[in-house]
């Protein structure tokens, strides 16, 4: 294919997953400039080495999130297997990525004039992201050919190298595996995956929205959940030390009066998680307030709910891995919209943990309070649970990391139809041929 005939908008998906506020025009073309600087004369002094032993298996992960929940797979992988690229590789790689991006300035024009108004919109809000996918296409490319993959392991279906690499693996012919790294929500693109594997029925009713998967979907149980069992307290359900994780919705003033709210009900045993990205955390506060901080970028979200007996948090998928690992989560809008007695009208629930009963929502501080006094009161059900994990309370806990390896072993050596007798995942192809079956009729 033509670099220059590519559908960057199909690539990359932004009506369903991109929804930050973007600058205007001219600093997003500033911003461009400037990230050809940085990657052309800065990262470069930070490129390593790669290794070069290994047989066809690439894993991809380029957040931290998406490491942790490769990393269950990768110990279990043979070391002579694989190779791992992470993000000064991405890093290195968009060097050149950018340089090349710079002449299809002329395609990215030619496409904004013949697309529809909807589409004209998105091509100017996102006019930077959609530019550099030319070049990220062309790396991406280039990446497989070079290592010489047969099979790429990626654990995020929505990031614009990421999705650079599953449309070259594509028409390459390569396998392609995902691996469900957090919670998703409505919309999220289809999957486009050879195989996928994912946390449960919840997470493929969300796919489904956007159309039938291709490939073998399989519920799995969520990957990155297999470390989580050594860290699980045995829970008495008494309200000592609460955790408030905080993401980039959340407003610190509104943040600070939950605090002092709690300190004045005698809970004064906080400990606050922000986003990794959240910017407006004002730690000088927290620290004269007696606040602990964990550092998202040092802990682990299993680590940081392993340490409280109960969680506040706004919209977030965390809310997750803390239902997962027994510990009663609330949700509670702290953003800056939130006006008086409006809460539960402007609460956001895109994941449906509220609407599927997984998370209580606190309308108001008082609910939030009656909820902290009775935590019993908050914890999901055992079928709940499992519509999202497949594998809670099954002989698979714990150990979807090796059987995922297995599975990865197999394929590499054309294999792949011995593991559905072997794994005891849940393969929905046949409910998916009934959805075909009952869309014929």
């Known amino acids: 294919m033509k670099y220059s005939e590519l559908n960057v908008l199909e690539i990359n998906k932004i009506s369903y997953i991109v929804k930050e506020k973007q600058p205007s025009l001219f600093k997003q073309i500033c911003i461009f400039i400037g990230q050809l600087f940085y990657y052309t004369f800065i990262i470069h002094f930070k490129y390593k080495a790669l290794p070069t032993n290994y047989k066809g298996l690439l894993f991809f992960g380029v957040s931290l999130n998406n490491r942790r929940s490769l990393e269950p797979i990768i110990n279990n992988v043979e070391n002579d297997t694989y190779l791992y690229l992470n993000n000064h590789v991405t890093d290195v790689h968009k060097r050149r990525a950018w340089w090349h991006s710079i002449p299809y300035i002329f395609s990215l024009i030619k496409l904004y004039k013949k697309s529809n108004k909807d589409d004209k919109a998105l091509i100017l809000k996102y006019f930077t992201r959609l530019w550099t996918t030319y070049g990220l296409y062309k790396i991406a490319g280039e990446m497989l050919d070079k290592y010489k993959v047969r099979v790429l392991v990626l654990a995020n279906d929505h990031n614009d190298i990421n999705r650079c690499l599953i449309f070259n693996a594509l028409e390459k012919g390569i396998k392609t595996v995902y691996v469900q790294h957090a919670s998703v929500k409505r919309g999220f693109p289809r999957l486009d995956f050879t195989y996928s594997f994912l946390d449960g029925k919840e997470s493929l009713d969300k796919y489904l929205y956007d159309g039938k998967p291709k490939g073998e979907v399989y519920l799995s149980g969520g990957v990155r959940f297999d470390s989580l069992y050594d860290k699980i307290a045995k829970r008495n359900y008494e309200t000592h030390r609460i955790g408030i994780a905080i993401n980039m919705l959340d407003d610190f003033e509104k943040i600070k009066s939950l605090c002092l709210f709690l300190k004045n ?177």
């Open 265 to 441: 009900n005698n809970y004064n045993n906080l400990i606050l998680r922000p986003h990794p990205r959240y910017q407006h955390l004002n730690s000088e506060w927290l620290i004269n307030n007696n606040i602990s901080i964990s550092n998202p970028k040092e802990e682990s979200s299993f680590d940081f709910i392993s340490k409280i007996d109960f969680m506040i948090s706004n919209e977030s998928a965390i809310h997750l891995d803390a239902s997962i690992m027994y510990c009663p989560t609330v949700l509670y809008n702290m953003s800056a919209d939130f006006v008086g007695t409006q809460q539960a009208t402007s609460v956001l629930d895109d994941y449906n943990f509220v609407k599927n009963h997984l998370v209580k929502l606190a309308n108001t501080d008082e609910e939030l309070l009656n909820f902290i006094k009775n935590p019993k009161d908050v914890m999901p059900t055992k079928e709940v649970l499992q519509y999202y994990n497949a594998s809670s309370n099954s002989h698979l806990e714990g150990k979807l990391g090796v059987t995922i390896a297995h599975f990865l072993n197999l394929s590499c050596q054309e294999k792949e139809n011995q593991f559905d007798k072997e794994c005891g995942f849940v393969n929905v192809s046949d409910f998916l041929h009934e959805i075909d079956d009952s869309l014929a009729c």
